[in-house]
């Protein structure tokens, strides 16, 4: 199916850092799934797209994404791929506490039930990021190699890749601060 493959093609994009090339190949996945009967398909397609478009700093199209995903997205693994989404949003809109929020939300809620690990991931990497704009440098390492690790039991390439970004941009902000220090 057509749909699909443009949703894949997005996927590869993403991973590459190739964002705007991700942009695209997610409109015509979302173009050609809309009329089809396949809601799980462009559930997923509607909320990759939203997390992309807040990653590039467009938060109302992300908005956009994700209402029109919500109705799709109200049990199991699709309720909680959502809750990170809107978690993203904040992240991107400078709500730092509100992504804080909704991240602990989810990695609390993953103690009662079998959380897969990518959700994990997600929500971890997303709670890293709002501890790295607080300025909690620690707490976002901490929470970039839990992500980190979670993508890789996961097998997810996209957890991965982000987590190891954050990361990278945590460490480096530790050693500039122990550069000063050291001055």
């Known amino acids: 199916m057509a749909g699909l493959t443009w949703y894949t093609l997005g996927l590869v994009h993403y991973s590459r850092r190739e964002f705007d090339d991700a942009l695209q190949a997610e409109e015509r996945a979302i173009?050609?799934?809309?009329?089809l009967d396949y809601p799980s398909y462009l559930r997923c397609a509607l909320q990759n797209h939203a997390w992309t478009l807040a990653l590039t700093g467009r938060a109302a199209d992300a908005r956009r994404c994700l209402a029109e995903a919500e109705p799709l997205s109200q049990e199991g693994d699709a309720f909680w791929v959502q809750q990170i989404g809107w978690g993203?949003?904040?992240?991107a809109e400078g709500q730092h506490d509100k992504a804080l929020t909704i991240t602990t939300g989810i990695l609390r809620a993953a103690d009662h039930q079998q959380m897969p690990k990518h959700i994990l991931s997600r929500a971890a990497w997303i709670g890293g990021r709002a501890q790295f704009a607080l300025k909690h440098t620690e707490e976002a390492i901490f929470l970039a190699q839990a992500s980190q690790q979670w993508g890789?039991?996961?097998n997810d390439f996209r957890c991965i890749s982000d987590a190891v970004a954050l990361l990278r941009e945590c460490l480096a902000e530790r050693r500039r601060r122990d550069l000063r220090c050291a001055d």
């Open 31 to 35: 173009g050609i799934l809309q009329p």
């Open 88 to 91: 993203n949003l904040a992240v």
């Open 152 to 154: 890789i039991d996961a």
